[in-house]
């Protein structure tokens, strides 16, 4: 597996000095991040890898600065009359649509492939709909193997 960062990275990226016993936990961050990437990437990893090293680094310190930033559970917090949404689903083993569309660019730059061809990930999705007053109108449920599809 590549790792696409390091914590030197990740400190040069986003200016924060990571003390020196935090340093083996962002490492992890960092290499998980490149993980869940690289099986996104698919067939095409190596590729990439070769032709956008820099935009791989970038993605992969930006994803876990994110997902790191946030307190865990909180999507959003009102400091003015206090006002604390709570986040009912992790979204840190998540690529974002942003994150993925840049990667699905870099696939198909480097391996000529459609990227939902290239990719290597499946998707399973559920999406329902609901009447003026509230009452389940319709679901659709889908399975794709590959790449998100469009």
């Not at 930006?62 to 206090?82: D, F, K, L």
Request: glycine residues 8%.
């Amino acid at each position: 597996m590549a790792s696409y960062a390091t914590v030197e990275d990740f400190e040069l990226r986003t200016g924060t000095d990571v003390p020196v016993e935090r340093e083996p936990t962002v490492q992890a961050w960092l290499d998980d991040t490149s993980a869940l990437i690289e099986l996104y990437l698919g067939e095409c990893a190596e590729k990439v890898e070769q032709n956008y090293p820099d935009v791989l680094t970038a993605v992969t310190v930006s994803h876990v600065y994110r997902a790191s930033s946030v307190p865990v559970g909180v999507r959003t917090e009102s400091v003015g009359a206090t006002s604390v949404s709570y986040d009912t689903e992790s979204h840190s083993l998540v690529l974002s649509r942003d994150e993925q569309d840049l990667l699905d660019s870099l696939i198909e730059a480097s391996c000529e492939l459609d990227a939902a061809a290239a990719a290597g990930v499946g998707q399973i999705g559920l999406r329902y709909d609901t009447d003026s007053e509230g009452e389940l109108s319709g679901v659709d449920l889908w399975i794709v193997s590959g790449g998100h599809r469009r």
